[in-house]
C-alpha cells in the first residue's frame, strides 16, 4: 500500500478509531524508519507528527506524505543568494517536513530564508514551535497568504500575510522576528500541556483511513526473529 492510496473522505463518512499517544507515536516513527528515514530523523518527525495529530488532528495526514516522498541517498539543502535572501533548494525533493526542519533551523542562525515552491501548512507550524524553543527565537512563517509567528515560549500565533513584501522567488519565507507582532494566539504552551494530559489519559480519536495506512507502513520496519535451527 501507498500513501496515493489514502483518499480523503468527508466529515460524515471518516470513521474513526480511538488510539493512545503512544500509538501515534511508535507507528508514525516505525513508517519513517521503514520508508528509509535513520532513526535520529524518523525519531525527531515522529514527535512532532504525533504532537500535530494531538492537538490539531493532522500529523497522520503529514506521515502520509512524508513516507510517499523519502530521498535516495544523502543529498542536503543547497543555499544561494537572491536578490537580498537566502534561498534553501531541496534538490531531494523530500517531504515538506524534511525539507521544513534543516532550513527553519538554518534561517534561526542566518536570517530571513526562503524554501522555493513550499507553501504554510498547519504540520510546519509545530515543527517551527520546537525550533523556537531550542533557538530562543521568535520565528515567522509566510507565504503571502497566511503568516504564522512562533515564540521560544511556546505561543502560536496565526496572522494575514497579503500585504508584506514578497522575496523573488516564490516559496515559504522563514524570518527571524525582534519581537511578537499583534495578533490572535491561537496556541500556547499551557494549554498543549493540559491537551496531552487529556490524551495520554483518553486517547485521541483518529481517521481510520490513515491510521491504517500508517500501521500499514509501519509494519514494514518490523524484523521477523529467525530462532529455527539455533
Known amino acids: 500500500m501507498t500513501a496515493a492510496k489514502a483518499e480523503r473522505v468527508s466529515p460524515a463518512e471518516t470513521v474513526r478509531t480511538r488510539v493512545s499517544v503512544r500509538e501515534i507515536h511508535e507507528v508514525s516513527l516505525r513508517a519513517l524508519r521503514a520508508s528509509g528515514l535513520s532513526s535520529g530523523e524518523a525519531e525527531y518527525l515522529a514527535e512532532i507528527i504525533a504532537s500535530a495529530e494531538v492537538h490539531e488532528g493532522i500529523g497522520l495526514d503529514a506521515l502520509a506524505a512524508e513516507t510517499a516522498r523519502i530521498p535516495a541517498g544523502r543529498i542536503g539543502l543547497r543555499l544561494e543568494r537572491c536578490g537580498g535572501y537566502a534561498v534553501a533548494h531541496d534538490p531531494a525533493a523530500r517531504g515538506p517536513l524534511q525539507a521544513f526542519v ?61 500585504a508584506e513584501p514578497r522575496p523573488p522567488v516564490a516559496g515559504l519565507v522563514i524570518e527571524p522576528l525582534p519581537e511578537v507582532p499583534d495578533g490572535p494566539v491561537i496556541s500556547t504552551a499551557a494549554e498543549r500541556k493540559k491537551r496531552y494530559r487529556e490524551a495520554v489519559s483518553h486517547g485521541v480519536s483518529v481517521e481510520t483511513p490513515l491510521w491504517t495506512l500508517a500501521y500499514s507502513i509501519a509494519r514494514g520496519f518490523l524484523i521477523p526473529d529467525h530462532r529455527e535451527g539455533r
Not at 524553543?133 to 511556546?154: F, H, N, Y
Open 102 to 162: 534543516p532550513a527553519c533551523e538554518t534561517a534561526a542562525v542566518v536570517g530571513t530564508l526562503v524554501v522555493p515552491g513550499m507553501a504554510s501548512a498547519a504540520v510546519l507550524d509545530w515543527a517551527a514551535l520546537d525550533i523556537a524553543e531550542r533557538a530562543g527565537r521568535i520565528l515567522s512563517l509566510s507565504d503571502g497568504g497566511e503568516r504564522t509567528v512562533v515564540t521560544p515560549d511556546g505561543d502560536l500565533l496565526r496572522l494575514s500575510a497579503e
